[in-house]
């Protein structure tokens, strides 16, 4: 579907739905090829619950629990005994002794026993299984025994920078009760977040905060590209060589690669590096692509790389939200201010969104468009540049000037904290069950209201909302209650003998 609509895209001049249907048609057989190779990925079954030696490096950022430290391990090699076999190549491991301390890229010989991932089937639950299926990692298990072999990163080293970064910033911050939040707007790691700030950013709608998306990216790109601009123009006989503009745009490619490798290539970063390439590269050509070009060819070439990303609730709400400010500023007025223009995006955001958020969360909040309105200017202007300014220089330079950064940041963070505290203590809407039917009600009620100006009836669309806000399923009588049982694998006896449920 996503690959026809691109087509539609591109080609808005060509009457025939043979180009549609034959791109919908590939779609399929690619993602069905890729979703192939990483089934056949998968730990035989025979291989469950025995003792495995691996070789291999760890392949992410480790997490550290109460009793646990969980990481994600590329594996080289895989012995039995004495005898080589074929494992997944990429395995999700725990280690129960808190004296090992593995970091990101490091080599290690560990003795494992594995199983095949597995999720709760419960209704309305996460589904974990999927989750892992995204990711790639077709084992789970714990380790045994454990032998660090090198601690050469050479071809990881965005995993151990990040790493890196994470301990100076947990070291330059230790008091700070809003260290979590700085850790994940400059490495995307979002371990170091509470419970109780989770709570909060998703009870005013405000998560994607936390999560380095197009906006970061755009920040890091923005910035980068008129220091390089202005550096590259000050000796003057450089611009004779290599137009200033071209040079910034090279320069602004390069950081928000750099900063994408940072938050470990996420949808949400592949997405907006894709974006951002298609109109750097027509700055540097003297070029110009229309934003619908832009935005189908960036759709596109994430789902070439990636097929399965739209297993992601993240890669739905990313582009959604994309194209959401691209209507936006497309019907948008030449008397329309800057505070105007904003507050038409977060109202197209809080409409176009809602219906995605609550298939995928069972929740919206009231609160949402607000709370963006104060806290994404914020965030863009001050806080992420200083989070970003303290990174680069925290490795590399006197502790005295990362500390200024974060001292900054902080002064910035703490009142619009405050100020996300007191809307979250009003109530989000909850929804019990969704249906897809309702879903796309709604998704038709929210493209009628955001309509240009001037369309007729476009208040209509609040009834599409109505679905999904007063359905609901079939529930008990007042006194009554229903139980519903899964005890899957037990024997139940029979008066023609024992059958198996």
């Known amino acids: 579907w996503a690959m026809g609509f691109v087509v539609a895209l591109h080609m808005s001049r060509v009457r025939s739905v043979a180009f549609p249907v034959a791109f919908f048609i590939a779609g399929i057989f690619w993602a069905s090829f890729r979703a192939g190779i990483i089934l056949s990925?998968?730990?035989?079954?025979?291989?469950?619950?025995r003792d495995i030696w691996l070789v291999g490096s760890i392949d992410s950022l480790p997490r550290v629990g109460a009793k646990s430290v969980r990481f994600e391990f590329q594996v080289d090699s895989a012995k039995?005994?004495?005898?080589?076999?074929?494992?997944?190549?990429?395995?999700?491991?725990?280690?129960?002794?808190?004296?090992?301390?593995?970091?990101?890229?490091?080599r290690w010989r560990l003795l494992v026993r594995l199983k095949r991932p597995h999720g709760f089937q419960n209704p309305g639950g996460f589904d974990y299984e999927g989750y892992l299926f995204q990711k790639r990692?077709?084992?789970?298990?714990?380790?045994?025994?454990?032998?660090?072999?090198?601690?050469?990163?050479?071809?990881?080293?965005?995993?151990?920078?990040r790493q890196d970064i994470v301990v100076r910033f947990q070291q330059l911050l230790a008091?700070?009760?809003?260290?979590?939040?700085?850790?994940?707007?400059?490495?995307?790691?979002?371990?170091?977040?509470?419970?109780?700030?989770?709570?909060?950013?998703?009870?005013?709608?405000?998560?994607?905060?936390?999560?380095?998306?197009?906006?970061?990216?755009?920040?890091?790109?923005?910035?980068?590209?008129f220091i390089f601009r202005w550096l590259w123009s000050l000796p003057g006989v450089t611009t004779l060589r290599l137009a200033a503009p071209r040079f910034g745009a090279i320069g602004a490619m390069v950081a928000a690669f750099f900063y994408?490798?940072?938050?470990?290539?996420?949808?949400?970063?592949?997405?907006?590096?894709?974006?951002?390439?298609?109109?750097?590269?027509?700055?540097?050509?003297?070029?110009r692509f229309q934003p619908r070009v832009v935005f189908g060819t960036a759709l596109l070439a994430t789902l070439l790389f990636d097929p399965l990303a739209v297993m992601s609730a993240g890669f739905w709400l990313s582009f959604l939200a994309v194209g959401l400010i691209l209507l936006v500023m497309q019907s948008r007025h030449a008397a329309d201010t800057k505070v105007h223009q904003l507050a038409r995006i977060q109202w197209a955001l809080a409409v176009g969104l809602?219906?995605?958020?609550?298939?995928?969360?069972?929740?919206?909040?009231?609160?949402?468009?607000?709370?963006?309105?104060?806290?994404?200017?914020?965030?863009?202007?001050?806080?992420?540049p200083a989070t970003l300014m303290a990174a680069a220089t925290a490795l590399w330079l006197p502790d005295s000037i990362a500390s200024g950064f974060l001292l900054l940041a902080n002064a910035f963070i703490h009142p619009a904290w405050l100020g996300l505290e007191w809307l979250g203590d009003k109530t989000p809407v909850f929804v019990s069950a969704i249906t897809l039917p309702a879903v796309l009600a709604a998704l038709a009620g929210s493209l009628l209201l955001?309509?240009?100006?001037?369309?007729?009836?476009?208040?209509?669309?609040?009834?599409?909302?109505?679905?999904?806000?007063?359905?609901?399923?079939?529930?008990?009588?007042?006194?009554?209650?229903?139980?519903t049982m899964l005890d899957v694998g037990q024997e139940i006896g029979r008066a023609s003998g024992r059958e198996r449920v």
């Open 41 to 49: 990925d998968e730990l035989v079954t025979d291989l469950e619950g």
């Open 80 to 106: 039995l005994e004495e005898e080589k076999i074929v494992v997944p190549r990429r395995v999700q491991l725990s280690i129960y002794r808190k004296q090992l301390s593995p970091r990101a890229g490091e």
């Open 137 to 161: 990692i077709r084992a789970r298990g714990y380790v045994r025994e454990a032998q660090r072999l090198s601690s050469d990163v050479s071809a990881w080293r965005f995993a151990r920078l």
């Open 175 to 225: 008091d700070s009760p809003h260290r979590g939040i700085l850790i994940a707007l400059a490495t995307g790691n979002r371990n170091e977040l509470t419970p109780q700030q989770w709570n909060l950013l998703r009870d005013t709608g405000t998560s994607h905060l936390v999560a380095i998306s197009g906006l970061h990216i755009g920040i890091i790109a923005g910035f980068a590209f």
């Open 260 to 287: 994408a490798g940072l938050a470990g290539f996420s949808i949400p970063t592949q997405r907006a590096l894709i974006m951002l390439a298609v109109v750097l590269g027509g700055l540097f050509f003297l070029k």
């Open 354 to 384: 809602v219906p995605i958020t609550l298939y995928h969360f069972q929740q919206a909040s009231l609160v949402a468009p607000l709370a963006n309105f104060v806290a994404v200017p914020v965030f863009a202007i001050a806080i992420v």
């Open 450 to 483: 955001l309509l240009p100006r001037g369309f007729p009836a476009r208040w209509l669309g609040f009834a599409g909302f109505l679905p999904m806000l007063f359905l609901s399923p079939a529930n008990p009588a007042a006194g009554e209650y229903r139980l």
